[in-house]
Each structure stands twice: as C-alpha cells, then as structure tokens.
DNA sequence: ATGGTTGCCAAGCAA
C-alpha cells in the first residue's frame, strides 16, 4: 500500500485552518504532522478534520507551540513522553501502521547569545538520548518536524551571510547532526541534491527572493528508507493567500501489505 | 538585509 505522511509548521492552526483543509483535499496524506498549533486542547478545531475522515491528537498550550498529529488510520498515543521539552508542548509520540512517529517543534533559539538558544541546544541533546534509550534504528521510526536548524551548506540560501546566524549556528548544526546519527535518512536528501528551501521568512518578500533555509524535515530509519519512493517539498502552499512561513514537506512510501 | 511580517490577543513576545 502507498503511505504518504507530510509535516507542516503552520503558524496556528486556527489562522491556517482552510489552508490546512484544502492541503488535505488536494493532496490526500494518510499522515500530516502539524507543528505550531497555537492553540490550547479544548480550543482545537478537530471535528472539521474529523468530518474529512481524519483522526486527531494533540497536544497544545496558549499562544505557543503545539503539535498535532492527524492520520486515515488509527493512531495510538505512545505513553512514553519526551521530558527535555520541559513542560512546553512540543513533542507528539504516536504509532500509526506500525510505524513510531515522533513528530517535533523545535525551539527556535531567537539569537546564540540567549537563554532560548541553550534550552534549544539542550533540547537537541536529549532527545538524541531519549531516543536511544528508548528505540533502535533498526525499528521503523519516522521523526519528522520543524527542527529549526539547516543540517547542511545547501540548506541555506547563503552559507556566508547566514555563517553564526540563528538556524545555522555550528553548534545547533553539530547538536542536529549528532542527532542525525542515531541512524536516520534524510528522506529529502535521498532523492535530491538540489538548494531547496522549506520556510523562508514573511519579511521583505524572502519567498519571492527565494531567501530561505531548509529546517523543516522528514527522516526514517534506514528499512523504512528503502521503501521511500519519494520526498519533496510543497512549496505551491506557501505561495497561497494567507500562507504560514513554511511549506509542508510530504514523503510517499510503498509498504507491504 | 542593522529592516522587514505574522499570530496571539490586546502589549509585547516569539518566531
């Protein structure tokens, strides 16, 4: 069976809803991870992904954060929780077709010199060492988000103007690729070798200037890997009336049975 | 790019 899964930082669900739905209309994902929900539990809009035959989870706060994980199939909510994000809402552990999807927000950090750029570090760290506590890499393990750090030179529109920036700092980057080694793919990276960009800021037309960073991302473990047959990103909902500042990632698989 | 925009929620913070 084909199993497509996107992820998307909206930049709240509620600003974002009829984008959201017309994303699932269109496209048709078995799987969309959401990040930046914006939006406290009782307040979540989900009988309308309901009524399009999605299941929903959650989990949210006021104003920030907020990740959500919306499925064809029926979702499980792990018990097992990630403890590094402290008690801010930005980890949603679920399995769906026997798949582990952790879908993540990291933190954004704001500027290298802050309070917010350690938690963020931090928070890289841990979840690396959540993770091999917990999983191996030879099970079939998505993690998926917007981790806010380009892993790569070509994951920025201009490495030298960019270079100790927030998003391509060397630490985050080397935090980021330590993480990268527990052994994922970057399923985008399987398939292209090409600049491309998944969130370009809402200032001074970035989008339209193609001023962007790669930081949004979709990685397997490697079995699951080889069953990707696909893996883009879709930049045409970042061109839309009202868009969030960054485009879902989507990735397709053949899988047995 | 030493500016600029968006969202939440009604000022200032986070991104």
Known sequence: MEFKIASW?????????????????????????????????????????????????????????????ISKHPITIEPLEFEGEKNQKRTLITKINGITIINLYFPNGQTPESEHFKYKIEFIYKLKDFLLKHYTNEKNLIILGDFNVAKEEIDVYDKDAMEGKIGFHPKEREALNELYEFGFVDLFRKFSKEKAFSWWDYRAGNFWKNIGLRIDYIWSTPELAQKCKECFIDRTYRKKKKPSDHAPVVAVFELEG
């Open 9 to 69: 930082n909206v930049n709240s669900i509620r600003a974002r809803l009829s984008l959201v739905l017309e994303f699932l209309k269109e496209r048709n994902p078995d799987v969309l991870c959401i990040q930046e929900t914006k939006v406290e539990d009782k307040l979540f809009p989900k009988e309308e992904f309901e009524e399009l035959g999605y299941k929903v989870a959650f989990k949210g706060e006021k104003r920030f954060n907020g990740i959500a994980t």
